[in-house]
């Protein structure tokens, strides 16, 4: 046998093999993993030598290849924490590696330096360790320092850092070294000219003129105006991530522990809802009902003005702008209107209300409610005008409205726009599934799903009509339900990793975990309330129009009223850690233990909020990307042990769900997920059906009813295939 | 002498939910083993032959499977084979009544006394009664048997007076039972609350067909529709309320 005198180095260098890089690499590992014994590592770093010996007696190791045997000699001698920690790292490392890749000339960090600093590029999402190379090229670039002034500058902050102790730095920390280090020299340079948001050229010009790596976020192939909204996007994300956000938030959100919603548009509303008598009240941005002299209003002029508030308010929600209570606010002026004219009107309304190509879809409100009392009206904004035609007249109206709605979409889901239309709400209630008319209405929604374009169905069971949007909803029964109410903003916690992080069966370690990422998540909301209370109030801000009264007009919404939203997602997954099953296999065992973590965050969430004194909502978030995102993370952080729990998954099960392709029947489905929803404000049961086996819009229509009439589900939606 | 009691019926399969059995309800389907037709377009054929090797499942699995959806469920259908061929069925129906939810029963009405005995014991909410074709010997040709066609006459008679909910299915029969034959069908259940046209398990003769003979002939009955198209009802009621709107 040979001692292993030589190690080859990744770049095809061969050095010296130095064993006490082994010593310190598996100390460390055995200390991450909560180890005391100091001699440990050095009989460890000697199994290592050993079996490095015999395997290698007649060759020259590679770093991983000695990595490798580290990683083995770990595992075989009982230390699978260590190992794990050992992993982690490993993984790290290498996801430098692959990110250092993409550009040129940077040296490759030697493995087993413990002393590196990791500085997260906000701008492309990425890590990569500090290098005085890049810092002294963009100090002498942007600074026009000479060029040995800046590699001593570079080198000065190297220095700082790691003096600091800190393993990872944000590039606002950086520079603001750098900018200090000046300042001390009295440099006569401003580094503010390159702004915190920066963008490197490398991703500007993989944006331009060449796609960079996936990973960077960059699909094929895009117009110049796409790739400039996409760079203007980046920009913007990397603002919000490394001077709006607090950077343990931000650094939670890079290593996916959790999911900030809308860092591409830090100034703008997750979603929001406003009703046609905003409109017609003039509370509504964007818009005046007024036409021509002594013209009255009437349903083709006040469905114009809807759309041009809606588009406005479109603009200012990252996820989803909703317009509900339509049918009740058009009634008054649709009162003895012929079929026909009731038809052109609704599909005026639904084209007025159509997205404009590359944005979101709307949601309509297109209820069918059969109300008999003024008290409704009033509460979804109604204008109080006196109106000359009896009640039920007026409700009959609104059906008809909300039918003729339906209709025109229908009628519409054969454009080749038909993606643009607005997404159908219809709300069930007890009078909707019973009233002949509203029945029918429900059926022609049914149908509507039946051909696989999506459509809400809320559940109304004592609250009147729909408020608020799919994912935000308005007060609930007990409050006075307000039709215009935004969500300001949502973070979405991954609870998979905070259940692999406590363990098999620690329930209780869990929700500790889950405590931490509420605390993260509440700071990244007060963090936004900041940046939203400027652009709301200050004049000319983006948000002024919706959150400042102005000429006589109330505001429509105010700040104080807004809710915050922390959403989960991959709760199914999460039980997988926790229990050992699925959501829908055992009998009862993982439902119980899902309805205590529901029911715990309910609560921990509200708490949260009221010390940070916003209003803040637990909600089921369905959104597919923050699940995919999560998986993509979790993969990276522990590949074996996530490739071991699901092999098979593209994702994560978004919200609070089965797991889409679960073999189970539709009740089952329903059983397992809705007693979960009396704990979130928003979730949704959406419910696979293929179309032979759904009875037709009937079928849909009686297991709507049952939705309603058994269970607590918030809102249900069809997933239907032929 | 020991009593025994009747031995419940063989249950050879459970639909849990299925919106399809039932028009417009929620139903779980229960499918028992055993069939004196031998329909040569069966759409469960491997129901037909009574062969106890074959196995069953335990009837308190199927009642807690239902029980525990009871919640969800508006109905129970018990269909077979031919479910009144058991001795057990009244007991079984007895058992889900229990559970506070509609049942129907579906059957080709090959044994009337039982029928009668099963609508008077009031545990049936609803009859759904399979008429293979016009109550000539075509009709033994269609049922793969000979077959009393006095008895089905009997049953066809017994559901029109009965006050119940009913519902008679005609299926379609390539070169047995078509256009023609459906059409003296459906004239044959005159004042029948409601018939639904089946096209044969294939697909033939195709939705337009069907719908032809419904339009034609649906004004002999209140309710007249196509098998999976319950919106579009070509029976007398539905007219009446076209003119009236």
């Known amino acids: ?473 308005g007060a609930g029964s007990g409050a006075p339900p307000s039709a215009s109410t935004c969500c300001a903003g949502r973070v979405t916690l991954n609870l998979p990793r905070a259940a692999r992080r406590a363990g098999r069966g620690n329930v209780e370690g869990f929700l500790r975990e889950c405590d931490r990422l509420v605390d993260l998540a509440v700071a990244a909301h007060q963090a936004r309330r900041n940046v939203l209370a400027l652009a709301s109030s200050a004049p000319g801000g983006p948000l002024a129009p919706l959150f400042r009264a102005n000429r006589g007009r109330a505001a429509l919404y105010d700040m104080a009223n807004a809710t915050w939203s922390i959403g989960i997602t991959g709760l199914n997954e999460a039980l997988v850690h926790l229990t050992g099953f699925e959501l829908h296999e055992s009998d009862e065992a993982s439902v119980r233990v899902a309805k205590r973590v529901a029911s715990y965050l309910c609560v921990r969430v509200k708490a949260a909020g009221m010390s940070a004194e916003l209003t803040t909502t637990l909600d089921a978030d369905d959104d597919p990307e923050p699940p995919r995102r999560f998986l993509t993370c979790d993969r990276r952080q522990a590949p074996e042990r996530t490739a071991e729990g699901f092999p098979e998954l593209s994702s994560y099960t978004p919200g609070a769900s089965v797991r889409a392709d679960a073999p189970v029947d539709i009740l089952l489905r329903i059983a397992r997920e809705e007693p979960l929803h009396a704990y979130f404000s928003t979730a949704t049961l959406r419910l696979p059906i293929a179309e032979r086996d759904s009875g037709g819009p009937d079928g849909l229509v009686a297991l709507l009813a049952k939705c309603l009439r058994a269970g607590s589900a918030i809102q249900v939606e069809f997933r239907t295939w032929s | 002498m020991v009593m025994r009691p009747t031995p419940l019926p063989p249950i050879r399969g459970l639909d849990p939910m299925s919106l399809t059995a039932w028009e417009g309800r929620v139903a779980a389907v229960i499918s028992l083993q055993g069939c004196n037709f031998d329909c040569p377009a069966c759409p469960v054929p491997h129901l037909v032959s009574v062969k106890p090797g074959l196995g069953s499942i335990p009837v308190e699995n199927v009642l807690e499977a239902v029980y525990s959806r009871r919640r969800w469920l508006d109905a129970v259908v018990l269909r077979g084979g031919e479910p009144t061929l058991h001795e057990g069925l009244p007991e079984l129906l007895r058992l889900l009544g229990e559970f506070e939810l509609r049942v129907r029963l579906r059957t080709n009405g090959s044994n009337p006394e039982v029928l009668a005995q099963l609508i008077g014991s009031g545990e049936l909410t609803s009859v759904s009664m399979s008429v293979r074709g016009p109550l000539d010997p075509a009709y033994s040709v269609a049922s793969g048997t000979k077959v009393k066609l006095a008895a089905i006459y009997e049953s066809v008679e017994l559901l029109l007076a009965s006050p119940g909910e009913h519902e008679f299915r005609v299926p379609w029969l390539a070169g047995v039972v078509e256009a023609e034959q459906m059409e003296s069908v459906v004239r044959m259940l005159s004042g029948a609350r409601r018939v639904v046209l089946e096209p044969s398990p294939d697909g033939t003769p195709g939705v337009r067909e069907i719908r032809r003979v419904a339009r034609s002939v649906g004004n002999f009955v209140e309710s007249c529709i196509v098998a999976g198209r319950p919106s579009e009802d070509f029976g007398s009621a539905a007219r009446t309320r076209k003119v009236v709107s």
């Open chain 1, 1 to 473: 046998m040979r001692r292993v005198t030589l190690v080859k180095r990744s770049d095809g260098e061969t050095v010296p093999f130095d064993e006490t890089r082994v010593v310190e690499v598996i100390e460390s590992a055995l200390s991450a993993a909560g180890g005391r014994d100091p001699g440990l590592a050095g009989e460890i770093a000697a199994l290592v030598s050993l079996f490095l010996e015999k395997t290698f007696y007649d060759a020259v190791p590679s770093v991983a290849e000695v990595e490798d045997m580290v990683e083995r000699v770990l595992i075989d001698t009982g230390h699978a924490e260590a190992a794990k920690a050992f992993i982690v790292h490993r993984e790290r490392r290498a996801r430098l590696r692959s990110a250092r890749s993409a550009r040129d000339g940077y040296p490759e960090p030697t493995l087993f330096d413990q002393r590196v600093v990791i500085v997260d590029d906000t701008a492309a999402g990425l890590s990569a360790p500090y290098s005085r190379e890049a810092v002294a090229r963009s100090l002498s670039q942007d600074g026009l320092l000479p060029r040995p002034v800046a590699d001593e500058i570079a080198a000065v902050v190297e220095e700082k850092l790691r003096r600091a102790g800190v393993s990872r730095a944000p590039t606002s920390l950086v520079r603001a070294l750098a900018e200090s280090e000046l300042l001390q020299r009295d440099a006569p340079v401003d580094l503010r000219r390159r702004a915190a948001a920066s963008i490197l050229p490398e991703t500007l010009e993989a944006a331009m003129y060449r796609r960079g790596p996936r990973s960077a976020g960059l699909e094929a192939s895009p117009t110049p105006a796409l790739a400039a909204q996409e760079l203007g996007a980046m920009a913007l994300r990397s603002h919000a991530l490394s001077d709006l956000l607090p950077s343990d938030t931000a650094r939670a959100h890079l290593d996916g522990d959790l999911f900030v919603h809308g860092l591409t548009m830090p100034g703008a509303l997750h979603a929001a809802s406003m009703t046609p008598e905003d409109v017609k009240r003039g509370v509504a941005p964007g818009a005046g009902t007024r036409g021509p002299e002594g013209a009255a209003l009437n349903a083709r002029r006040l469905a114009a003005a809807v759309g041009r508030s809606a588009r406005l308010l479109a603009g200012s929600a990252t996820h989803t702008a909703a317009l509900v209570g339509a049918p009740l606010a058009f009634a008054p002026l649709c009162v003895n209107r012929s079929r026909e004219d009731l038809a052109e009107d609704a599909w005026q309304l639904v084209l007025e209300t159509s997205a404009d190509p590359g944005a979101r879809r709307m949601e309509l409100d297109m209820s069918p409610e059969v109300s008999d009392s003024l008290a409704d009206l009033a509460a979804v904004g109604g204008s109080g005008e006196a109106l000359s035609v009896p009640n039920g007249e007026l409700a009959g109206v609104a059906t008809a409205f909300a039918s003729a709605l339906l209709r025109a979409h229908l009628r519409g889901s054969g454009l080749p726009a038909r993606e643009l239309l607005p997404i159908p709400v219809v709300g069930v209630s007890e009078r909707s599934v019973g009233v002949a008319a509203s029945r029918a209405a429900l059926r022609q929604a049914a149908e509507i799903a039946l051909t696989g374009e999506r459509v809400i169905f809320p559940m109304l069971r004592d609250r009147g009509p729909v408020t608020g949007t799919s994912v935000a909803r």
